[in-house]
């Protein structure tokens, strides 16, 4: 085995967790795209509170999830290549140290995300018990769709970074 082979598996890992990455942001974009069509075509037939509510909530949330998807893209992309770079080189064992440390930080965090996913949707069901306004509904409907896309792509995501980094030399 010459050491190019040797060094691919690794090359691999790396290019791997960051495609996963890049199809998170993807599925970020289209979901985010899906329901501010949705919220559109709702506010368009119905002119309601409600859709209102919806309205604003959901595109609040597109604005804020595709900021932050687009910020990762543009800052994974550097990332990978540092990385790739580094393997095979003196500074390899510098980098993936690094790296291990940034995803152990990332791996971290998803405990207080599922909290503020929790807590957003007990805000939420108050807002629904508590009132009949229509945009309360609007909003709080928008919110508890935020709340599930969260859990799902944080569920996925945080799965990705622990093998990601069960597998980091």
């Known amino acids: 085995m010459n050491p190019t082979e040797a060094l691919a598996p690794l090359q691999s890992l790396i290019r791997e967790y960051f495609k996963g990455e890049y199809h998170e942001m993807l599925l970020i974009f289209a979901g985010s ?3 501010t069509c949705i919220a559109v075509w709702l506010w368009v037939a119905t002119h ?7 309205g604003i909530t959901v595109l609040a949330t597109a604005m804020l ?3 932050t998807a687009a910020s990762l893209l543009v800052r994974d992309k550097g990332l990978v290549e540092e990385l790739t770079l580094s393997i095979g080189k003196p ?3 510098q980098v993936l140290a690094k790296e291990r440390a ?5 791996i971290s965090k ?4 599922r909290y503020s ?3 957003l949707a007990a805000l939420s069901v108050l807002g629904l018990l508590l009132t009949n306004r229509g945009w309360v509904h609007g909003v709080v409907t928008g919110l508890l769709l935020l709340v599930v896309a969260q859990i799902v792509i944080d569920h996925f995501s945080e799965q990705r970074a622990t093998q990601y980094l069960a ?3």
Do not use: H
Request: glycine fraction near 10%.
């Open 65 to 67: 999830l595709c900021g």
């Open 91 to 93: 500074q390899q064992s």
């Open 48 to 54: 309601s509170g409600f859709a209102m509510g919806f």
């Open 102 to 106: 940034r995803i152990e930080v990332v």
């Open 33 to 35: 795209a899906a329901l």
């Open 167 to 169: 597998a980091l030399p």
């Open 117 to 119: 996913a929790a807590v």
């Open 110 to 113: 998803y405990r207080y995300y």
